[in-house]
């Protein structure tokens, strides 16, 4: 079911609904109209107070690490990650040219997302560790029905963990 | 001597087994803990050298300098008198959304515990063992700067990619020599052919067909953009050895080419069918490797996206229509003969083998094709260089290791001497896998010192580089050029317009180099 963009928030503000498509369309175009109308609303519902977050658990499996945030709707994973601090590389600053970015989303929250477009898909090809719900941190942005989510930064490195064997001097 | 690796130093020890907690062993009591002995806890103080600035020693930079309590220090050392190597050598002038890397650089490189030393060549300025010596650890990230040969007969009427590549990004005191070394006139250019179809080869390709106001965003040198935009080029060929679906390039590069918009890209049909052998199919089915995914979608691109050419006449017909430009894919072709400057002599093949484990073979050595080009290019691969008093693996052309410890000939762990990047695991791979490795690199380091294996250091510089008789470049300096590069750039709407002599690096620093 895509109704990516918040259920909770046609209810809340009275003027989307009409503009909100009730049915799936599958392209890249409804995906950022729906998301501008999103922004938006947002932006007329809460015009002072800080923009609305959600909470997003980053879990590094580099070292195991968990951190929870809150994540401004609207912006990006890899902008997430940056402003709280967490290890995911973006070497291309969000211009969809490296994949250094590469992370997992729960299933659920994957399936629900529009599938990536080639240019994503060229680099998920060449990202390292790729798993069924792999994308590019840059190029997912959080929405209201990621609360709670939690996103795996995956592993660094080949076989690093497999023994736990780390060569040494005599 | 030179020497392989034993097979015997890849094989985990379980005499060496450490401390390192890992995804299987995690539990959510624990995480704090893991979480703690996962970051480097030594209190004692320690300097690292790290021999390069590209990618590879960039990355295991940054992963030491986070150490919590800024124990550790780190020099990078290279010897040309700017940072970022490949990134600003090799990454194609128009892939500036690549080159932003640079910022993610600089970053690492204001930090104070880092400290860049330019235009000191390891091996001439300064030996490997003074170093070793003198920090707690030394860090190889000094990649593959030397290309391979095809090792057949007249190879020294090809023109070399580095060369074309070192000139369009403006490698310092390059310009001239360039100049003088091609046997060819650029301005008479029409059809070019590269040897190779890797991602090197794709770069060549696309910035020959784009015209000079597709290249207006990038930084190639304007000197550089008058000359090799003068020629009116008709057409590209890539020829590869083995087929379709063992294609060297990335999906990525062959969609940006295709989405140029006056060219067409072209197969032969009967290379197609030729590449879709029972193995190669196998090759790609998603699934069967972890490359297979990536297989799949690039044969199936090219196949929908190229033009089917049907026999000769028909790649003769499309040669000279000169209604658009033209990239020609070639596959099942190796070189066996340069017969002139314009002329090679290549060998049929077929492919042999499992899935996977596919190589070409010439079965009728007698069967020949001469192709015909006005430039042909050399693009197969780089070697990394040895570094006199670093061992060296022949076979490999890389810097013996496991996992980023350097091994001696006899096959036993150096201490503190370290490899990373292009040197450690070959020319291959994006920044990406160049990221990772490094990563794995750093974790061995950490590791190590937690371990308290490292000499604790804190004078390495002055004992080292202090000593040195020539001037180095620090981090400072370069800043002031970048700087001076950039508003040149801003004037004409350009990313950086690059000083392409050391004379002007003097000039703004005020030093002599
Ligand atoms: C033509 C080309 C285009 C590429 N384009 C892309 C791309 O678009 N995207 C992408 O992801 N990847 C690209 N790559 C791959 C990428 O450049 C590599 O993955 C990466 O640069 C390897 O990093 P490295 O640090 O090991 O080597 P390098 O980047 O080569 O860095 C080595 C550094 O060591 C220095 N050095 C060498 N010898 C010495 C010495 N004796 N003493 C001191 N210093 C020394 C060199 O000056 C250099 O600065 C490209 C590669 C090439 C060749
Ligand atoms: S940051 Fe480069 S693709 Fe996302």
Redesign the pocket.
């Known amino acids: 079911m895509l109704n990516l963009f918040g259920r909770r928030l046609c209810s809340k503000a009275a003027a989307v609904p009409l503009l909100m498509p009730r049915f799936r369309m599958n392209n890249m175009t409804l995906y950022r109209h729906n998301f501008m109308l999103n922004n938006l609303a947002m932006r007329s519902m809460c015009s002072k107070a800080d923009p609305e977050t959600v909470k997003i658990t980053f879990l590094n499996l580099r070292d195991n690490s968990e951190k929870v945030v809150d994540a401004k709707i609207g912006e990006h994973l890899l902008e997430i990650a940056h402003s709280n601090e967490i290890d995911l590389e973006g070497a291309c600053e969000a211009s969809l040219a490296?994949s250094t970015c590469h992370i997992i989303l729960p299933d659920e929250i994957y399936d629900d997302l529009e599938y990536p477009c080639d240019e994503e898909d060229d680099l998920l090809d060449l990202a390292y560790g790729l798993t069924l719900t792999s994308r590019l941190g840059c190029q997912v942005f959080v929405t209201k029905d990621m609360d709670g989510m939690t996103v795996k930064i995956p592993e660094a490195s080949r076989n690093f963990y497999v023994d736990g064997h780390v060569p040494k001097p005599h | 001597m030179i020497r392989g690796p034993s097979a015997r130093a890849f094989l985990p020890n379980r005499a060496f087994c450490s401390q390192f907690y890992t995804s299987d062993n995690y539990n959510p009591k624990f995480k704090d803990d893991i979480r703690k002995k996962n970051q480097i806890r030594s209190d004692r103080e320690y300097t690292f050298c790290i021999?390069?600035?590209?990618?590879?020693?960039?990355y295991t930079a940054k992963s030491l300098l986070k150490s919590e309590n800024g124990s550790i220090k780190v020099d990078i050392?290279?010897?040309?008198p700017h940072?970022?190597?490949?990134?600003r050598n090799?990454?194609?002038p128009d892939?500036q959304s690549?080159k932003k890397i640079q910022y993610d650089y600089d970053e690492v490189f204001k930090n104070k515990n880092c400290q860049f030393y330019g235009n000191?060549?390891?091996?001439?300025d300064i030996q490997i063992l003074d170093l070793l010596r003198n920090y707690s650890g030394v860090i190889l990230?000094?990649?593959?700067?030397a290309e391979r040969d095809i090792g057949i007969e007249g190879e020294h009427h090809l023109t070399s990619a580095t060369d074309i590549?070192n000139w369009y990004n403006g490698k310092l005191d390059y310009f001239q020599e360039f100049q003088d070394s091609i046997n060819f006139d650029m301005k008479d250019l029409r059809d070019i052919s590269v040897i190779g179809n890797g991602?090197?080869a794709t770069?060549l390709a696309r910035i020959f067909l784009k015209t000079k106001e597709e290249l207006k965003d990038s930084d190639m040198p304007s000197p550089v953009m008058d000359i090799l935009k003068e020629p009116e080029i008709n057409s590209v060929s890539l020829v590869a050895r083995r087929g379709i679906y063992q294609s060297a390039f990335t999906t990525k590069e062959v969609r940006e080419l295709s989405k140029l918009p006056q060219i067409k890209m072209y197969l032969f049909k009967e290379e197609l069918e030729k590449s879709r052998n029972e193995a190669s199919l196998l090759e790609a089915t998603p699934g069967s490797s972890i490359y297979a995914r990536a297989i799949n979608r690039r044969t199936t691109f090219l196949e929908k996206t190229c033009i089917h050419l049907e026999n000769n006449d028909h790649y003769e017909e499309v040669l000279n229509d000169s209604s658009h430009k033209k990239l020609f894919l070639r596959y099942f072709m190796s070189p066996s003969k340069v017969l002139d400057q314009n002329s090679i002599e290549f060998n049929i093949t077929e492919l042999e083998g499992e899935a996977e484990k596919q190589r070409c073979v010439v079965k009728s050595p007698e069967e020949r094709v001469t192709l015909k080009s006005d430039l042909w290019l050399k693009s197969v691969g780089?070697k990394t260089?040895p570094?006199p008093g670093v061992p060296y693996d022949a076979d490999t052309f890389t810097v013996p290791n496991e996992m980023g410890c350097v091994l001696s000939d006899n096959g036993e762990i150096i201490k503190g001497l370290y490899v990373?990047?292009?040197?450690k695991r070959g020319?291959v791979?994006?920044?990406?896998?160049?990221l990772r490795d490094s990563f794995e690199t750093y974790r061995v380091i950490k590791n190590h010192i937690d371990q308290d294996l490292l000499d604790s250091r804190i004078d390495s510089t002055k004992k080292t580089l202090y000593n040195l008789e020539k001037s180095f470049v620090t981090y400072r300096d370069w800043a002031k050029v970048m700087y001076y590069e950039d508003e040149r750039g801003k004037k004409i709407g350009k990313p950086r317009e690059k000083y392409l002599w050391t004379e002007d690096y003097e000039n703004i620093i005020g030093k002599a180099l």
């Open positions: 490296c | 021999i390069g600035s590209g990618p590879a020693g960039f050392l290279d010897s040309s940072p970022y190597g490949l990134v090799g990454v194609a892939h690549m000191v060549t390891v091996g001439e990230a000094y990649g593959a700067g590549i991602n090197v770069d780089y260089i570094m990373c990047g292009w040197a020319p791979g994006i920044i990406d896998a160049t």
